[in-house]
């Protein structure tokens, strides 16, 4: 009897295993598109080189948390010289000092099973802010090779002036201060012996 109660025991003071999946950006499937003021109408184009992870909670989504990366060289507004121009020139992106754009979260908010709230930091430019936007789960399952797949989609709207552009608070410029953002995110899910974030 005093065996069983050590059991027990020993089963009531183990730590609660978290219901987590590891996915991996597949940045074939993910586009980070943006959408920005020319003149008098908009300028749109996508980074679509981006990689990092996602760890999911579905059980409190709280406790999720994402860490991602886009190559900055792979902007693409379809067309070479603009693109090419943007990434060269030192009041635009700068990509041979700035080649990387970050994002960490530091927190989620759970608003419904599928919707939340992600705040985190996001690195542009050489400049960190913190940035919060809404997020939804798309949802889940198998592709036709059998891997676990995972969709997301969230859409936000950054100041370039935050982020070291001088261009857009200058009087009567061109190019406007507010940048769209909508990602389209999707994972595969990785093996659960990897470790997490």
């Keep these: ?35 920005i003021r020319h003149v008098v109408s908009k300028t749109t184009g996508t980074f679509p080189d ?15 948390s994402v860490e991602a990366k886009i190559n900055v060289m792979s902007v693409n507004s379809n067309h070479a010289r603009r693109d090419a121009h943007i990434r060269e020139k030192a009041e635009y992106l700068d990509a041979t000092k700035f080649a990387w754009m970050t994002f960490v979260s530091t927190k989620i908010e759970a608003i419904t ?11 542009l430019h050489g400049v960190t802010k913190e940035i919060s ?3 939804k789960m798309l949802g889940f399952g198998s592709d036709p090779w059998g891997a676990q797949r995972a969709g997301f989609e969230a859409h936000t709207v950054i100041k370039a002036s935050d982020y070291g552009f001088v261009w857009a608070s200058q009087p009567k410029s061109p190019v406007g201060d507010d940048i769209e ?5 999707e994972g595969i899910k990785k093996h659960q012996d990897l470790k997490p974030l």
């Design 50 to 64: 981006i990689t990092g992870k996602i760890l999911i909670d579905r059980s409190d989504l709280s406790k999720s």
């Design 181 to 185: 953002i909508t990602l389209l995110i």
């Design 133 to 135: 936007f809404p997020f």
């Design 113 to 123: 099973q599928d919707e939340g709230l992600l705040t985190g930091k996001l690195t």
């Design 1 to 35: 009897m005093r065996q069983y109660l050590i059991l027990l025991m020993l089963l009531v003071n183990l730590p609660a295993v978290a219901d987590t999946d590891i996915y991996s950006i597949d940045n074939t499937h993910s586009f980070a598109s943006f959408k």
